[in-house]
């Protein structure tokens, strides 16, 4: 375990069978359909990666990105697309794929702009969410884990930009963000 951490929560099989279980979730009501996953830099890369191998369909990929936290560890609300999507989304199943669903407002920002695209679907796959943090309503389609009010890095999260790359999900010792 890295040192800046103080516990695991979830190892690298335990992410693997939440993995495998939201596939089969998604191959089994997407039965027929083509899906468009699109990937929410960069926290969502990982599990990205790891989700479209375990969908057994036709699988179009691309990415948005959103205006970040930055270094702080807390939302400020305003939510601007930095990155867009390369395609228009007419007529496609959008599949929004995020690491973490917290306060809401990226998640809630974004279904809503969808709305507007005329896409045919649009469904979101979390791999976390910390409904203790939400700050607005979002429909979470597909879930891997509620997870508590605690500062989670690694499999693609990062606290300033560090440990995405960890292979497992872990708390960060307080001690690292307060100083
Ligand atoms: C984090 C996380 C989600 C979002 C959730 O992204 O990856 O995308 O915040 O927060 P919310 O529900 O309160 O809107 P961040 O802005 O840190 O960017 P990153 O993915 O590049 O780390
Ligand atoms: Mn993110
Ligand atoms: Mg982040």
Redesign the pocket.
């Known amino acids: 375990m890295h040192k800046d951490l103080e516990t695991i929560l979830f190892n690298e099989e335990q992410l693997a069978e939440m993995v495998t279980r939201l596939g089969r979730e998604i191959t089994r009501d997407y039965a027929g359909e083509e899906i468009y996953a699109v990937g ?5 890369v990982l599990f990205y990666a790891d989700l479209v191998r375990a969908i057994d369909l036709p699988v179009t990929l691309d990415f948005m990105q ?1 205006s ?2 930055g270094s702080g560890t807390d ?1 400020s609300g305003d939510v601007q697309i930095l990155l867009d999507l390369a395609k228009s989304v007419a007529g496609r199943n959008i599949l929004l794929v ?10 809630h920002y974004l279904m809503e702009n969808f709305r507007h695209r005329k896409a045919k679907s649009v469904k979101l796959c979390s791999l976390l969410s910390k409904p203790s943090r939400r700050k607005v309503a979002v429909q979470l389609d597909y879930c891997g884990a509620e997870v508590p009010d605690a500062f989670l890095v690694g499999y693609g ?2 606290y300033d930009q560090k440990y995405r790359n960890l292979p497992y999900l872990g708390v960060l010792k307080p001690e690292v963000y307060e100083k």
């Open positions: 929410i830099l960069k926290g969502a959103l970040s936290y939302s995020e690491d973490i669903v917290d306060s809401g407002l990226s998640m999260l990062d």
